[in-house]
């Protein structure tokens, strides 16, 4: 089964609205997690990552933090714009057993003025 | 500093035909790896090559191999082509093969079987 579990979409929400993308994950050891954002016709990117547990991964007013407890990696952000639109993916990395690379499916967010 | 592309953009074969996907690294990058993104799904590692060799695999049969060559650019080949191989295959590149290093993504290459 898939290693990450992510919230499914849609999501649609307001401006200045509070955002929440869930992310659990499954994995040997520590491994290292990721949100990635794709927008509308573009590529990849990556939006935050955090390598051990406590540490809090931030960019652009979004927030993660990697809890080891609960095997988690939610993304947030207090406040979105219409411009935060796409597709948002929380992925995992295992430092060891081949650094396989796991993507959750992917959370379409549509943020309406 | 020249991204990650990929080439072709698109690509349509039919069923039990050979292709081959090509992808050039980020300046300075010695790990690459592909993935395979059905439509609507997240992307599925499919293999990692650092410094010219296979590092780790995903859950993909043989029929998908590749190569990475001395100026870090590397290719995709899947053979025998089936319809469920139909999807966008993405390349990413990143400085180390270590767990924590980021990768930046191509385009991608649209691929379809009929």
């Known amino acids: 089964g898939n290693s990450v579990t992510q919230m499914e979409g849609p999501v649609t929400l307001s401006e200045e609205a509070f955002l929440t993308i869930n992310c659990t994950y499954t994995?040997?050891?520590?491994?290292?997690l990721f949100w990635y954002v794709q927008y509308p016709g573009e590529g990849l990117q990556l939006l935050l990552k955090a390598t051990k547990a406590d540490d809090k991964g931030s960019n652009k007013g979004f927030e993660a933090t990697y809890r080891k407890e609960t095997t988690s990696f939610h993304l947030e952000k207090g406040s979105v714009q219409v411009s935060d639109s796409a597709v948002y993916f929380c992925a995992r990395r295992t430092k060891t057993n081949n650094n396989d690379m796991r993507f959750g499916a992917g959370t379409r967010l549509t943020v309406k003025p | 500093e020249t991204g990650v592309t990929q080439s072709p953009t698109h690509l349509i074969k039919t069923r039990g035909q050979q292709v081959t996907l090509r992808c050039s690294s980020q300046s300075g990058h010695n790990t690459v790896s592909w993935y395979q993104q059905a439509l609507g799904q997240g992307p599925q590692f499919i293999f990692q090559?650092?410094?010219?060799?296979?590092?780790g695999r995903g859950n993909f049969p043989p029929r998908f191999s590749g190569l990475q060559f001395p100026n870090y650019s590397s290719e995709l080949n899947v053979n025998a082509l089936e319809l469920d191989d139909s999807a966008l295959y993405l390349c990413a590149s990143s400085l180390l093969a270590g767990g924590a290093d980021t990768q930046y993504f191509g385009p991608g290459t649209r691929l379809t079987v009929l």
């Open positions: 090559y650092y410094r010219e060799e296979e590092n």
């Open positions: 994995a040997t050891g520590y491994p290292s």
